[in-house]
Nanobody, 125 residues
Framework: QVQLVESGGGLVQAGGSLRLSCAASGLTLRSYATGWFRQVPGKEREFVAAIGWGSGLRKTADSVKGRFTISRDNAKNTVYLEMNSLKPGDAAVYYC??????????????????WGQGTQVTVSS
């Protein structure tokens, strides 16, 4: 059974940083695409960043490029999202997702078959 567990969300002031973690069981993340998405009430789920297999090709949304970095620790089977220079507009529930049918990072949420429960990020102005 595949399980993704996010952690690291919380309340931070604008300009601050947070690091989200996504720990996986039942699936080896280094072999597949893993992504971070975010969602606010009443809006569509938004792609944030993704990392592919092996050496880790990355894809990052323009809205967070230069501020957010996705990475992976293969030994811990965990993917991270380092978020810097946070803005109030970054506040959302952040979800980790894995796509075991694809090794290349991508932003199509429909093909990610495994999702975590989400972690709340709140940014105060």
């Amino acid at each position: 059974q595949v399980q993704l567990v996010e952690s690291g969300g919380g309340l931070v002031q604008a300009g601050g940083s947070l690091r989200l973690s996504c720990a996986a069981s039942g699936l080896t993340l280094r072999s597949y695409a893993t992504g971070w998405f975010r969602q606010v009430p009443g809006k569509e789920r938004e792609f944030v960043a993704a990392i592919g297999w092996g050496s880790g090709l990355r894809k990052t949304a323009d809205s967070v490029k230069g501020r957010f970095t996705i990475s992976r620790d293969n030994a811990k089977n965990t993917v991270y999202l380092e978020m810097n220079s946070l803005k109030p507009g970054d506040a959302a529930v952040y979800y980790c997702a894995a796509d075991d049918s694809n090794r290349v990072p991508h932003s199509d949420s429909a093909t990610y078959g495994y999702w975590g429960q989400g972690t709340q990020v709140t940014v105060s102005s």
